[in-house]
């Protein structure tokens, strides 16, 4: 039984052994706003492409579980309505009922490992969030990374999360968690977090070397890069803390919980910088897709 069925560009690109880089889809239908969604994720596979790797962006369409969407298919989600997202939890659940959803980070690295693709670019990954030693309300994303071999690209940890506590879930699962070119963990809409991250690499050979000796040590799990967000498009930490206050502030009044926890933030982060953090989303994804790439490319290189 096939579980995942490649397009033809991602299964001629394993084929050859050439480059492919994953991509999620919650960004699209739960993370931004159409029909910027679907610029973004023309885009991010574009500069994947630019870059010389393949886009394998997934999801579940109809029960069919996808490695790679035609462009129509792509049209269709990011304007889709009552998408779910989907994390280890349901994505079998959706395709045993012939349901559409789309890849959550969880979600996204189930998918890459089932096609043999190592790498993974995505904005940021799920995390702690604020106030889960209350809620705990800890994303799935975390213990994915624990146990799924791939190497997810993110621009750290966004600020509506925990970022102290999210980082003390990673290293108590045995991820690491990968500072590229800085020392300070990014966060997301900003450059810094304020906390060292736990490893630095300023080269993605090296990235691509500790990924497949990690494969060969039989270690599981895949690894964290934090790719901070390009200077001119970031957002200062300062700027945006009364923005996420506000929002976590609205998010509890209005009684949202689990899964619609980070899509309400984004969305009203988005409305209360006017556009602005969807800006930085964007810049950031790119960012990350084009670093991807590059690692995707020294992977190949190695094998
Ligand atoms: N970060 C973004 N946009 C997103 C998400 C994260 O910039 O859309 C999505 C990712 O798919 C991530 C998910 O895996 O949110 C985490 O959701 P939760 O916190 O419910 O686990
Ligand atoms: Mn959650």
Known sequence: MTL????AEVAAA????TPVVALESTIITHGMPYPQNLDVARQVEADIRAAGAV???MAVID??????????QLEALAQAKGVAKLSRADMAACMATGGTGATTV???MIA???SGIDVFATGGIGGAHKGSELNFDISADLM???QTPVTVVAAGAKAILDIPKTLEVLETEGVPVIAYGQDDMPAFWSRESGLRAPLRMDDAA?????????VQMGIPGGQLVGNPIPQDAEISASTLAPIIAQAQKDAEAHGISGKGVTPYLLQRIFELTDGQSLTANIALVRNNAKLAAEIASHLCKMA
């Open 4 to 7: 995942i069925t490649l397009s």
């Open 14 to 17: 394993k084929a050859a052994n």
């Open 55 to 57: 886009p394998a962006t």
């Open 106 to 108: 969880a979600a996204t």
């Open 63 to 72: 029960g069919t579980l996808h490695g790679g969407l035609e462009d129509a």
């Open 144 to 146: 994915e990374l624990a």
């Open 112 to 114: 890459a490992r089932l």
């Open 206 to 214: 090296q990235i691509a070397a500790s990924h497949r000796l990690r």
